[in-house]
């Protein structure tokens, strides 16, 4: 199943190449994402994913973090945030439903969260079309000022064609009702 996440769900990605690690605490690292995957919209802790690995809390965040790049909380909101942007993109759901089916404890935790992590709230990425990606990260707080004084252009007019003008002259009667001028 393609997520989004692309190299972030490769549990050698933050490793250097030297780093050895024992097959057994890669497969935990493993299984605690693919849990996470499948416990998205649930409460997990990080306790939780320890247990399910049969690691001490400890033990797991540092083989976690040494595995993947990132601490397995920070981690867990990348997921989050992945599928909430796919969700906006691909579906009429109102924002509090998301923000519920990721996991977040409510709406206003979802769009802090959100805004953060992206740079601008899930409705503007929603009628951004997900174009939020393509602007520097440095980029969106400015691009916030902007759009609340921006406005995009009214729509073209339709050109209307000017009044015909008085015709003068004789005028002779071409394939039934149409005139022409001579």
């Not at 972030?8 to 030297?18: H, I, K, S």
């Not at 040494?66 to 924002?95: H, N, W, Y």
């Not at 009214?154 to 001579?182: E, K, M, Q």
């Amino acid at each position: 199943m393609d997520d989004g996440l692309g190299d972030v769900m490769n549990p050698r990605w933050g490793r250097e190449a030297d780093d050895p690690v024992d097959a057994a605490t890669e497969r935990a690292v493993e299984d605690a994402i693919e849990i996470m995957r499948e416990k998205l919209g649930e409460h997990i802790t990080v306790d939780d994913l320890a247990r399910a690995t049969m690691f001490s809390r400890f033990h797991f965040s540092r083989a976690f973090q040494r595995i993947t790049g990132m601490s397995p909380g920070r981690f867990l909101s990348a997921m989050r945030i992945q599928e909430a942007k796919r969700l906006l993109l691909g579906s009429p759901r109102p924002v509090a439903e998301i923000a519920r089916l990721v996991g977040y404890p409510g709406a206003d935790a979802f769009v802090a969260g959100f805004s953060e992590a992206v740079g601008l709230s899930p409705g503007e990425y929603r009628r951004l079309n997900g174009l939020a990606g393509a602007v520097p990260r440095d980029c969106h707080r400015w691009m916030a000022g902007v759009a609340s004084v921006w406005t995009p252009p009214a729509a073209p007019t339709p050109a209307v064609a000017p009044p015909p003008a008085a015709v003068t002259g004789p005028t002779t009667a071409v394939a039934g009702n149409v005139s022409a001028s001579g």
